[in-house]
């Protein structure tokens, strides 16, 4: 099993900046992928952004391309995500999720990642 654990949200202004980050532990060498996903009531669970473990490929949305950095410390086990230029928009609970299975494309469903952190809360005050 794979346990990860969010941390670094809260409370900003419009305009400001956050990071997050999530810690793996467990059977970390069975991560083929990390995600950052956020979800508000009322709407379905959102892909923020996603990267290989071990490689060179990072994606986002289009809308979020620029605004939002994923990246990763492999020795330490942990995926950050930069989060700048925040919108009220940009509140909801955050995500962080892993992949055990591999995919020769870039997982972005909710329903392909096996395991879940907690989630942590971001709120963005206009």
């Known amino acids: 099993q794979v346990q990860l654990v969010e941390s670094g949200g809260g409370l900003v202004q419009a305009g400001g900046s956050l990071r997050l980050s999530c810690a793996a532990s467990?059977?970390?060498?069975?991560?083929?992928?990390m995600g950052w996903f956020r979800q508000t009531p009322g709407k379905e669970r959102e892909f923020v952004a996603g990267l290989r473990w071990s490689g060179n490929g990072a994606y986002y949305p289009d809308s979020l391309k620029g605004r939002f950095t994923i990246s990763r410390d492999i020795a330490k086990n942990t995926v950050a995500l930069q989060m700048n230029s925040l919108k009220p928009d940009d509140t909801a609970v955050y995500y962080c999720?892993?992949?055990?299975?591999?995919?020769?494309?870039?997982?972005?469903?909710?329903?392909?990642?096996?395991?879940w952190g907690q989630g942590t809360q971001v709120t963005v005050s206009s």
């Open positions: 467990g059977r970390t060498l069975e991560i083929y992928t």
């Open positions: 999720a892993a992949v055990s299975n591999y995919y020769v494309y870039m997982p972005r469903a909710a329903n392909e990642f096996d395991y």
